[in-house]
């Protein structure tokens, strides 16, 4: 039997099946109440002040509550756009400080008032009511009107509303009837970025949404504490809407903004779309399912053609960025089927990125390069661009586009004072975006999408800026309007272009119907504390309403860092989305960190086919989306501020990534991480990202297997000469010294603490293996160094190394080596003013997440011996540069960044590459060692590429010992002249 709140609800489905839906209207002073087979509605003043779900008895919206300081009614623009626009930001991102504050006036809403006028009458299956005379709480505008018409749909149940505004002078806008009262338990789930979830942790405020990627489909689902609500558009001709959810502190209010066309200036009427509201006993997916249902009906021809390239249902990891040497491309074969890896390739025209639109010569080597490609078994695709030209270039002449280039006049109702945009205005070589309205347009596109086709043989396209159309100020062309050029633009791609499956930035519900792999580029969104909010709060909203065959592709390229890729897989896990990997030799051959994770987290998802499911009833708060693998078992991902897990259908976590700890309990193991039992992590930073999988513990050369708390693991990694532990404290306040116990798993033949030699863990030599604990007590920070090698023994003015000398790789978070190793590809000799011999100097460069390191065990040769090493920036315009550090013993002994720093000199009109200033001296430091002499001193030169590796050119030499009676620590700079001067 159904549970006693349910039985109202399946009762009110089975009288579904058997006749039409029926009303109950209930009229009363300034307000009505109408009744739906699962909803109970109260309206009042052009809101929706009381909601009870019936199939739970929830009351969602209760008006005791009487929170009412929210955007409602008549949409009005006045003489002054400036109110109106500050009230439409497209995303009102609190990271940002994008939102608006809650309980402020709204002058461009003209809401019914205590002197309106009202009237209400019943109409076929439900009533219409009317208020005349409305006001924005300090003025009244006693000749505008709005009326509100509520109605239960006889086939579906749904509570159906419309609305209808008007004024006698021009300016109007838009039009919304808000949910209003709404408790603070609940939570609203919507197609932004994917799909995120809001809630009452969020500051007190108005959010906004509009336009794609921050609103990209006119349905939010609305979950309580037993059951949810549905709000929903169903519009295939894509009107403009706007998102509005506020949160008093009390309670939430929510709206879907019906607008008018741009521009306003002659609107004094404003019809709205239909809004469609129901209740539910599931969650949010359950909530959406009518949305759904009514989009995979309407678009049901043009999924049927983004359905047909089979091929693609079996994608499951996309690389958007390749080292193309057959190394790497057999590392890829053997590490993916090739049949489940789609290689995108970002500059495959002729021209630079964006530059020269609409020109599609392919550049020199590609159609070669698509060729071989395809030859391993994988599958292409390219960056093409939807809507873009450069004014004045070559084939924009050729081709006369300007003859059918529709401009945007406006970009938005948030910019609507803005200039417009103007091919007559534009300079020559100007990036501009068109209107995909003009049919010309959308004809010659696709043209030349079908010759890039034939001419590349490449399997798919990545259509750039393709969700970027909507309503843009020109009206209606050739029977279309706003977004609805995007729309037939993209049915014209999949009619004239079929067998070519598309990408595209974003996939709003315009052009869903045709994108299987919407890019997602969380990564270069707002800021950290974004990324951040969407690690946790992001679902898989998108996937679900336009699916299947709609899987977020989150890329690789701009998150060179540790924390770039945990955006990258977080959000990917929670949208529902795709495998990626950086297909370099470096990156295929990690065995720890982010660049491991995202391989064996690819790897998961091809080798078991996962896709995302969708369970309608209510899903636990963490838990962010759902997998099901080629046999139909369930995968579950959960997100909280601290932990984001995949858990298998054994109910074990298959992996996960952990930040904001300093131990965890865990089945899982850290690669490579030295400070692990059964069960238990210890050592951790807080403030890193660390990534965990099923397997054994690493049998480090040294374990720590016990450590104060608020100690963390700072770096760990080994070579056959040496071992380096750094230990050190996770705060200023944290312990300065304490208890740490050790034991060695290598026949080290000594050790080194903070410079000093030190007992060796007990090692038993006759079984080769650990002979028990030893305990230190240190004072933080503490660096370890245990001595296997023999140290050379270079002599004064002698370089260290033999010049044979490759680097590896350390992860800057974690202090744990990546695996694999830098093959140093030049090994010039450069002159350094004072040297009376060339030097000679090594590139040290390319670690992105990690620094290149190159490492030399010598011994100290005397008490006025010092370390002499040069280092020097080359690169004077592209790229973020690099941090150089030296390290003696572990220890940083010298650091110094080589990044570009502003140019205060210039100025707008100014050569964009002089904006900054680049440091490209010799740096000459010298650090006294007589102190040290006669024992050993690991040297270590690393060059951090801080997250980017483009262009960076940073240049050591290989160190030297040089007399220095007087043991004073130098660190200089050198100019081509020969001046010397202080860093």
């Known amino acids: 039997m159904a549970p006693r709140a349910l039985r109202g609800c399946v009762a009110a489905v089975l009288l579904l099946a058997v006749g039409p839906a029926r009303a109950a209207v209930t009229l009363g002073d300034r307000q009505f109440t109408i009744t739906t087979p699962r909803l109970e509605a109260t309206v009042r003043d052009g809101m929706v002040v009381r909601l009870k779900n019936r199939c739970t008895g929830e009351v969602h919206a209760n008006p005791a509550l009487a929170d009412y300081i929210l955007p409602r009614g008549l949409g009005h623009m006045g003489t002054d756009p400036k109110p109106m626009m500050a009230l439409h930001s497209p995303w009102g991102n609190q990271q940002m400080n994008q939102d608006l504050p809650a ?86 789930t919507v197609p932004s970025f994917g799909g995120v979830r809001y809630g009452n942790t969020e500051r007190p405020a108005l959010i906004t949404l509009g336009g794609a990627p921050f609103w990209e489909a006119p349905v939010v ?435 996960q990534r952990v930040t904001g700890l300093n131990q965890i309990d865990t089945p899982l193991t850290l690669p490579g991480w030295p400070a692990a039992r059964e069960g238990k992590i210890i050592g951790l930073n807080p403030a890193v990202r660390y990534a965990l999988h099923r397997g054994a513990h690493d049998r480090t050369q040294v374990q720590v297997t016990d450590l104060p708390a608020g100690i963390r693991v700072a770096r760990y990694e080994s070579t056959p000469q040496r071992t380096v532990l750094v230990l050190s404290a996770i705060t200023e306040n944290g312990p300065s010294s304490g208890r740490v116990v050790l034991r060695v798993h290598a026949p080290f033949t000594g050790a080194m603490l903070n410079d000093q030699p030190v007992a060796l863990p007990p090692w038993n030599e006759q079984q080769q293996a650990s002979g028990g604990a030893r305990s230190y007590t240190v004072t933080f920070p503490a660096h370890f160094v245990f001595l296997a090698g023999e140290p050379a023994q270079p002599q004064i003015g002698e370089y260290f190394g033999d010049g044979r000398e490759n680097g590896r790789y350390i992860n800057v978070a974690t202090g744990l080596e990546r695996g694999g190793e830098f093959a140093i590809p030049y090994r010039p000799l450069f002159t350094v003013p004072g040297e009376a011999q060339p030097v000679p100097f090594l590139f040290l460069n390319y670690g992105s997440e990690c620094e290149v390191a190159v490492d030399y065990l010598v011994r100290v040769p005397s008490p006025d011996a010092a370390l002499r090493v040069y280092v020097q920036n080359r690169e004077t315009r592209y790229g973020n540069g690099g941090i150089v550090r030296l390290y003696l013993n572990g220890r940083v002994a010298h650091a110094l960044d080589l990044g570009p720093q502003p140019n205060p000199d210039w100025k707008e009109g100014d050569d964009p590459a002089t904006r900054n200033r680049w440091d490209t001296d010799i740096h000459a430091w010298t650090v006294p060692l007589g102190k040290l002499a006669g024992q050993p001193l690991l040297v270590t030169l690393a060059t951090d590429a801080k997250g980017d590796n483009n262009a960076d050119h940073i240049w050591w030499a290989r160190p030297k010992f040089i007399a220095d009676p007087a043991q004073q620590a130098r660190f200089e700079r050198l100019s081509e002249s020969g001046e010397v001067r202080n860093e």
């Open 221 to 655: 689902g609305i979950e309580g504490r037993r059951g949810s609500l549905g709000l929903w558009v169903e519009d295939d001709t894509f009107r403009p809407n706007f998102f509005f959810l506020t949160w008093s502190g009390k309670s939430f209010g929510v709206a879907i903004e019906a607008l008018n066309l741009m521009p306003f200036e002659r609107k004094t009427t404003i019809r709205s779309c239909t809004w469609h509201l129901d209740a539910f006993t599931g969650g949010w997916v359950e909530a959406m399912t009518p949305y759904k249902e009514w989009y995979a009906r309407a678009f049901a021809p043009e999924r049927k053609l983004r359905a047909g390239p089979r091929w693609a249902d079996k994608i499951q990891v996309i690389c958007d960025h390749l080292d193309p040497t057959d190394e790497v491309l057999r590392l890829l074969a053997t590490t993916f089927d090739p049949e489940t890896v789609l290689i995108h390739e970002w500059n495959a025209r002729a021209p630079e990125f964006d530059h020269e639109l609409p020109d599609w010569t392919p550049r020199a080597g590609y159609v070669e390069r698509v060729r071989r490609l395809q030859r391993y078994g994988f599958r292409t695709m390219a960056y093409v661009n939807t809507y873009c030209v450069n004014v004045g270039s070559p084939v924009y002449v050729r081709d006369k586009v300007a003859e059918f280039a529709l401009p945007r006049k406006k970009s938005g109702i948030w910019a609507y004072a803005d200039p417009p945009q103007s091919l007559t205005t534009a300079q020559e070589g100007q990036l501009l975006y068109l209107d995909p309205l003009s049919p010309r347009w959308r004809r010659y596109h696709t043209d030349m999408m079908i010759r890039w086709r034939r001419e590349t043989g490449t399997d798919a396209n990545y259509e750039d800026v393709g969700g970027t159309a909507g309503d843009f100020g020109n009206g209606v062309v050739a029977g279309k309007a706003g977004a609805q050029g995007g729309t037939e633009q993209f049915r014209e791609l999949l009619r004239r272009n079929p067998t070519v499956p598309m990408a595209a930035e974003y996939a709003p519900d315009n052009i869903a119907f045709a994108v299987r792999w919407p890019l997602r580029y969380q990564q270069v969104w707002g800021n950290e504390e974004t990324r951040i909010w969407w690690m946790e709060h992001q679902r898989p909203v998108s996937a679900y309403i336009h699916g299947p065959q709609a899987r977020a592709w989150v890329p690789v390229i701009n998150a060179g860092s540790d924390f770039g890729r945990n955006v990258v897989v977080a959000c990917s896990d929670a949208l529902g989305g795709l495998g990626q990997v950086a297909a370099t030799a470096a990156e295929l051959r990690a065995t720890t960190g982010m660049s491991y994770h995202m391989k064996r987290r690819a790897q998961l998802f091809a080798h078991r086919q996962l896709r995302p499911a969708f369970p309608k009833q209510r899903w636990e708060p963490s838990l962010a989306c759902c997998y099901r693998d080629r046999d139909g078992r369930l995968y579950r991902y959960y997100a909280t501020a601290t932990v984001q897990q995949m858990v298998g259908p054994d109910g074990r976590p298959l992996y």
């Open 103 to 188: 309980a402020q006036p709204y002058p461009t809403m003209h809401r019914p008032g205590p002197n309106s006028r009202y009237r209400a009458a019943r109409i076929p299956g439900g009533v219409r009511a009317t208020w005349s005379g409305l006001t924005n709480g300090t003025a009244e505008f006693p000749r505008e009107t709005l009326t509100l018409e509520a109605w239960v749909d006889q086939k579906t149940g749904q509570l159906l509303l419309k609305a209808v505004g008007t004024s006698p002078n021009g300016g109007v806008y838009g039009v919304q009837v808000p949910l209003a009262n709404l408790h603070r338990d609940h939570t609203f």
